[in-house]
């Protein structure tokens, strides 16, 4: 299957900086990618759809100068979570579309746990 | 709106024996349906998944999901469980195969030795 790989898998930073989470497609183009919210014991929320070229769709709720996304390629989408706080402390996953025969599929990168101190 | 609702938070099951975990969704037309499973500190797995077609839909690890339209139902199960199964396992709901996914609030499933 495609890999979709997120980078770093784990970080702590403190509160007031920035951290830049990257979501790359390795072995296929990815025109749509999708970043998703996890907090402890709780289901995937998701943030925020991005297209390649264009500015990121936001979900109700989400904050679009808190969340900045980038999707600058085909094969790269960033998230970069600013002036961060301990509530923004969760687990983020992207998941990129990728398109199969007649069907596209989603696949998911492996997580960035982001713990604010 | 799309939602999707997995009634059982958690559930405990024997090493061995059989597994439905319960999945309905709520959506106007026929939608596409998809099985996660995540470990702990993990990424998400895709199981299986249901386009269109054949209403029983065969995954990996030993896994099957039925489509029943009548019932708005997408249950996952297996017939005999090992220790390795142990994961919480999300049901998935999109419009298409290329939007975006929206998550049941999960199932964490054990197993009793």
């Known amino acids: 299957g495609a890999v979709v790989s997120q980078h770093p898998s784990r970080v702590i930073c403190k509160s007031g900086t920035s951290v830049k989470i990257e979501c790359r497609s390795l072995?296929?183009?990815?025109?749509?990618m999708f970043w998703y919210r996890q907090f402890p014991k709780q289901s995937l929320m998701l943030m925020a759809t991005?297209?390649?070229?264009?500015?990121?769709?936001?979900e109700q709720g989400v904050e679009k100068d808190k969340f900045l996304i980038n999707h600058a390629s085909l094969t790269l989408s960033t998230l970069t979570v600013t002036s961060a706080h301990p509530e923004d402390s969760s687990f983020y996953i992207c998941?990129?579309?990728?398109?199969?025969?007649?069907?596209?599929?989603?696949?998911f990168g492996q997580g960035t746990r982001l713990t604010v101190v | 709106a799309q939602s999707v609702t997995q009634p059982d938070i958690h559930i405990t099951v024997s090493e061995g024996a059989s597994l439905e975990l319960r999945c309905n969704y709520s959506y106007g037309a026929t939608p596409y349906l998809f099985w996660y499973v995540q470990s702990p500190g993990q990424g998400l797995q895709l199981l299986l998944k249901y386009f269109s077609g054949d209403t029983l839909v065969q995954g990996i690890k030993g896994f099957e999901a039925e489509f029943k339209r009548s019932q708005s139902s997408f249950n996952l199960r297996k017939p005999s469980v090992h220790w390795s199964d142990a994961a919480e396992y999300f049901c998935?709901?999109?419009?298409?195969?290329?939007?975006?996914?929206?998550f049941g609030s999960g199932t964490r499933l054990s197993i009793r030795p």
């Open positions: 072995d296929f183009q990815a025109t749509t």
């Open positions: 998941s990129a579309s990728f398109q199969r025969l007649m069907n596209t599929e989603a696949f």
């Open positions: 991005s297209n390649e070229g264009s500015k990121a769709t936001y």
């Open positions: 998935a709901v999109s419009y298409s195969s290329a939007s975006k996914i929206i």
